[in-house]
């Protein structure tokens, strides 16, 4: 995939133009990531781009995040909702309330009506957009930690 192809394709699934240095800013964290430039990457990457545009994490950290997620996936395990649930509280430093991990399960498919039920069995790829949530959650409170000690 060529250089013009690759950031036009970027930008429809963006829904977005971006500079051409934003563009080589992208492909630069994308290689340094240890990913390909191709159309499955550059899609996932506009999708977090977008999801995680109001955050303050760098798309390195975002795509940090999505990758640890996807580790677990690799796994092929099935694992219950209750020890899903738990695993989400210990990534997130217990900060992040019942509701917010609820809402992360907005990724997986229903099962009798709800999202997240903790007698469910979860496949592990099922979890990949969760895990990621959740890392990124706790990524935005590290950083806000971190931002609010240096202007004291």
């Known amino acids: 995939m060529n250089n013009t192809s690759a950031k036009v394709y970027f930008e429809i699934h963006y829904e977005s133009t971006v500079s051409d240095r934003t563009w080589y800013r992208i492909k630069r964290v994308i290689r340094e990531s240890g990913l390909e430039i191709n159309r499955e990457n550059l899609q996932l990457i506009a999708d977090l781009k977008r999801r995680n545009e109001y955050t303050k994490l760098s798309l390195r950290q975002v795509i940090y995040c999505y990758q640890q997620a996807q580790e677990l996936s690799k796994k092929r395990v099935t694992i219950k909702g209750d020890l899903v649930y738990r695993e ?64 004291n």
């Open 88 to 151: 989400l509280q210990k990534l997130s430093n217990y900060k992040a309330h019942r509701t917010t991990i609820t809402r992360w399960f907005q990724t997986v498919p229903r099962s009798e009506g709800k999202y997240f039920d903790r007698n469910r069995s979860y496949r592990a790829e099922e979890l990949v957009q969760v895990f990621a949530a959740a890392c990124i959650y706790a990524q935005k409170q590290l950083t806000q930690k971190l931002h609010t000690s240096r202007s």
